[in-house]
């Protein structure tokens, strides 16, 4: 797994908490478009993922998955197609990016509860950038659930026990997740953000746990 020796530990609990709603946001309908306009064969797999993420199909834009090795975090061709997803990655956040990918999660599917424990994991900061999601869509962490609906921009605490349920029977949930550098300016963000979203939930943790335990990778 990616190391990054030369940066911090960081603190996500100070940093984040849970989850937390920052004060920007970007054009959710038209990155859809983009999305939509790929090939299908981009589509159908994994994309390396493992373990915890079986349910989800993925799509990498920079780097690779854990499993895959020891490779360098540079910009994938799909990328390309992308421009509304290249200008978040480049422009709207203010901060170095890591791996990024599309994250495509079934209707009634269910990424159970886990820690991402990996170096890498502990010096960079997680945000999620809705695509499409459903009322039935909870992200779960630190004993909240969040809901984050399209065009919203969402730090979360990946170093700490997290999982998604889409209860929903019929609609998938599409998310750009994105790994970041600490910046000062996007510090500066997760200091005006919204920590007060979530609320416990017994029956949605309640799904989470009874999904298949995940494997260590994520």
């Given at each position: ?140 962490s630190i004993d ?31 998310h750009m997740i ?27 943790e309640r799904q ?11």
């Amino acid at each position: 797994m990616l190391s990054l020796p030369d940066h911090p530990v960081l603190d996500k609990i100070a940093l984040i908490g849970g989850c937390a709603r920052l004060p920007i946001g970007f054009d959710a309908e038209r990155a859809l478009a983009e999305v939509a306009a790929l090939p299908a064969d981009h589509w159908g797999h994994r994309g390396g993922r493992v373990g915890v993420h079986n349910p989800a199909q993925a799509i990498f834009l920079r780097g690779h998955a854990p499993a895959e090795g020891e490779l360098p975090v540079e910009d994938r061709e799909v990328l390309d197609r992308l421009p509304t997803l290249r200008d978040v990655i480049e422009r709207i956040v203010p901060a170095p990016s890591m791996r990024c990918l599309l994250a495509l999660l079934p209707a009634g599917a269910v990424i159970a509860p886990h820690i991402d424990q990996a170096d890498y994991f502990s010096k960079t900061l997680r945000l999620h950038f809705p695509l499409t999601s459903n009322e039935h869509v909870w992200m779960y962490s630190i004993d909240r659930c969040y809901r984050m609906r399209p065009g919203e921009i969402w730090a979360l605490n990946n170093s700490a026990r997290h999982g998604v349920v889409n209860a929903d029977a019929s609609e998938s949930r599409l998310h750009m997740i994105c790994d970041f550098l600490a910046s000062p300016e996007l510090l500066d963000l997760l200091a005006r953000a919204d920590r007060s979203l979530g609320r416990p939930d017994a029956e949605i943790e309640r799904q989470m746990l009874a999904a298949p335990l995940p494997a260590r990778r994520a």
